[in-house]
Protein backbone atom coordinates (compact mmCIF):
# COMPACT_ATOMS: atom_id res chain seq x y z
CA UNK A 1 0.00 0.00 0.00
CA UNK A 2 1.43 3.45 -1.08
CA UNK A 3 1.71 6.67 1.90
CA UNK A 4 -1.04 8.30 -0.10
CA UNK A 5 -3.27 5.64 0.39
CA UNK A 6 -2.14 4.49 4.03
CA UNK A 7 -3.09 8.41 4.86
CA UNK A 8 -6.63 8.31 3.68
CA UNK A 9 -7.14 5.01 5.30
CA UNK A 10 -6.36 6.61 8.59
CA UNK A 11 -7.73 9.65 7.77
CA UNK A 12 -11.31 7.53 7.37
CA UNK A 13 -10.70 5.91 10.50
CA UNK A 14 -10.56 9.13 12.33
CA UNK A 15 -7.07 9.61 12.84
CA UNK A 16 -6.02 13.23 13.97
CA UNK A 17 -2.80 14.51 11.65
CA UNK A 18 -0.52 14.44 14.42
CA UNK A 19 -1.96 10.28 15.19
CA UNK A 20 -1.21 9.71 11.26
CA UNK A 21 2.67 11.81 11.53
CA UNK A 22 3.14 9.84 14.62
CA UNK A 23 2.21 6.70 12.99
CA UNK A 24 3.67 6.71 9.24
CA UNK A 25 6.65 8.91 10.86
CA UNK A 26 5.87 11.58 7.36
CA UNK A 27 5.43 15.19 8.11
CA UNK A 28 1.76 17.09 8.77
CA UNK A 29 2.45 18.67 5.42
CA UNK A 30 2.79 14.99 3.51
CA UNK A 31 -0.22 14.39 5.36
CA UNK A 32 -1.90 17.72 4.50
CA UNK A 33 -0.83 17.40 0.45
CA UNK A 34 -2.92 14.14 0.18
CA UNK A 35 -6.10 15.18 2.47
CA UNK A 36 -6.87 18.54 2.03
CA UNK A 37 -8.76 20.13 -0.74
CA UNK A 38 -6.91 21.65 -3.32
CA UNK A 39 -3.54 21.01 -1.70
CA UNK A 40 -1.74 19.96 -4.81
CA UNK A 41 -2.95 22.47 -6.95
CA UNK A 42 -1.62 25.22 -4.17
CA UNK A 43 1.78 22.79 -3.94
CA UNK A 44 2.43 23.07 -7.37
CA UNK A 45 1.53 26.47 -8.01
CA UNK A 46 3.86 27.69 -4.96
CA UNK A 47 6.48 25.48 -5.96
CA UNK A 48 6.51 27.41 -9.67
CA UNK A 49 6.37 30.85 -7.71
CA UNK A 50 9.78 29.49 -5.80
CA UNK A 51 11.56 28.10 -8.92
CA UNK A 52 10.59 31.57 -10.61
CA UNK A 53 12.43 33.17 -7.51
CA UNK A 54 15.40 30.98 -6.92
CA UNK A 55 15.73 29.40 -10.35
CA UNK A 56 18.94 26.92 -8.91
CA UNK A 57 16.23 25.15 -6.64
CA UNK A 58 15.95 22.12 -8.78
CA UNK A 59 19.50 21.86 -8.71
CA UNK A 60 19.71 22.34 -4.63
CA UNK A 61 17.02 19.55 -4.09
CA UNK A 62 17.96 17.60 -6.40
CA UNK A 63 21.74 17.68 -4.87
CA UNK A 64 20.44 17.06 -1.71
CA UNK A 65 17.97 14.43 -2.88
CA UNK A 66 20.95 12.31 -4.40
CA UNK A 67 23.09 12.33 -1.44
CA UNK A 68 20.91 12.07 1.97
CA UNK A 69 20.57 8.73 1.63
CA UNK A 70 24.35 7.88 1.79
CA UNK A 71 24.83 8.62 4.96
CA UNK A 72 25.63 12.50 3.93
CA UNK A 73 24.88 14.59 7.11
CA UNK A 74 22.19 17.25 5.54
CA UNK A 75 21.61 20.46 7.75
CA UNK A 76 19.48 23.78 6.39
CA UNK A 77 22.13 25.77 7.82
CA UNK A 78 24.37 24.62 4.83
CA UNK A 79 21.85 25.25 1.52
CA UNK A 80 19.54 28.19 3.68
CA UNK A 81 18.27 29.88 0.00
CA UNK A 82 19.08 33.27 0.55
CA UNK A 83 22.35 32.30 1.44
CA UNK A 84 23.30 29.89 -1.48
CA UNK A 85 21.67 32.57 -3.79
CA UNK A 86 23.68 35.54 -3.10
CA UNK A 87 26.55 32.97 -3.47
CA UNK A 88 25.27 32.07 -6.91
CA UNK A 89 24.67 35.82 -7.43
CA UNK A 90 29.09 36.70 -6.93
CA UNK A 91 29.53 33.54 -9.05
CA UNK A 92 29.93 34.23 -12.60
CA UNK A 93 32.80 30.92 -13.45
CA UNK A 94 33.45 27.59 -13.43
CA UNK A 95 35.53 27.30 -10.36
CA UNK A 96 37.63 24.40 -12.36
CA UNK A 97 37.84 26.12 -15.89
CA UNK A 98 37.32 29.76 -15.42
CA UNK A 99 34.68 29.21 -18.09
CA UNK A 100 31.59 32.01 -17.95
CA UNK A 101 28.40 30.83 -15.86
CA UNK A 102 25.00 31.76 -16.08
CA UNK A 103 23.42 31.01 -12.83
CA UNK A 104 20.00 32.47 -13.62
CA UNK A 105 20.12 29.21 -16.41
CA UNK A 106 20.45 25.90 -14.27
CA UNK A 107 21.57 24.56 -17.45
CA UNK A 108 25.01 26.39 -17.80
CA UNK A 109 26.05 24.96 -14.26
CA UNK A 110 26.19 22.20 -11.92
CA UNK A 111 26.85 21.74 -8.12
CA UNK A 112 30.68 19.74 -7.44
CA UNK A 113 31.55 18.62 -4.18
CA UNK A 114 34.89 19.80 -4.20
CA UNK A 115 36.13 16.94 -1.89
CA UNK A 116 34.28 14.17 -3.37
CA UNK A 117 31.79 12.12 -1.10
CA UNK A 118 33.62 8.80 -1.96
CA UNK A 119 37.14 10.99 -0.50
CA UNK A 120 35.78 11.76 2.85
CA UNK A 121 34.20 14.97 1.41
CA UNK A 122 30.33 16.19 2.86
CA UNK A 123 27.27 17.89 1.22
CA UNK A 124 28.14 21.12 2.80
CA UNK A 125 28.14 24.68 1.75
CA UNK A 126 31.88 24.89 2.06
CA UNK A 127 32.25 22.00 0.33
CA UNK A 128 30.19 23.58 -2.71
CA UNK A 129 31.43 24.53 -6.15
CA UNK A 130 29.75 25.76 -9.24
CA UNK A 131 31.82 24.01 -12.32
CA UNK A 132 30.31 23.53 -15.83
CA UNK A 133 28.93 20.59 -16.79
CA UNK A 134 31.25 18.78 -18.70
CA UNK A 135 34.02 20.26 -16.27
CA UNK A 136 32.21 18.08 -13.46
CA UNK A 137 32.08 15.30 -15.19
CA UNK A 138 35.56 15.49 -16.32
CA UNK A 139 36.47 15.41 -12.77
CA UNK A 140 33.70 12.92 -11.41
CA UNK A 141 34.71 11.89 -7.81
CA UNK A 142 38.74 13.10 -8.66
CA UNK A 143 40.12 15.37 -5.75
CA UNK A 144 41.04 19.04 -7.64
CA UNK A 145 45.09 17.76 -7.67
CA UNK A 146 44.19 14.58 -9.42
CA UNK A 147 42.02 16.45 -11.73
CA UNK A 148 44.86 18.91 -12.73
CA UNK A 149 47.48 16.66 -13.09
CA UNK A 150 44.76 14.27 -15.24
CA UNK A 151 44.96 17.76 -17.76
CA UNK A 152 48.80 17.96 -17.92
CA UNK A 153 49.04 14.40 -18.70
CA UNK A 154 46.80 14.96 -21.15
CA UNK A 155 48.01 18.21 -22.55
CA UNK A 156 51.65 17.01 -22.06
CA UNK A 157 50.85 13.51 -24.33
CA UNK A 158 49.64 15.68 -27.13
CA UNK A 159 52.78 17.74 -26.95
CA UNK A 160 52.07 20.86 -25.05
CA UNK A 161 54.83 21.98 -22.02
CA UNK A 162 52.48 22.74 -19.33
CA UNK A 163 54.56 24.97 -16.33
CA UNK A 164 53.38 26.98 -12.91
Not at 28 to 37: K, L, M, Q, V
Not at 56 to 80: A, C, M
Not at 89 to 95: G, P, W
Not at 119 to 126: A, N, P, Q, V
Request: charged share 35%; proline share 2%.
Amino acid sequence: MELKEKILKLREDGKSYKQIEKELGCSRSTISYHCGEGQKEKTYKRRRKQVEMYPWLYKQEHFIQRYKNKNVTYNSKYFDREKLNEYLESIDSCYLTGRKVDTSNIRSYEFDHIVPISRGGDSTFENLGIVTPEANRAKSDMTVDEFIQLCRDVLENFGYKVTK
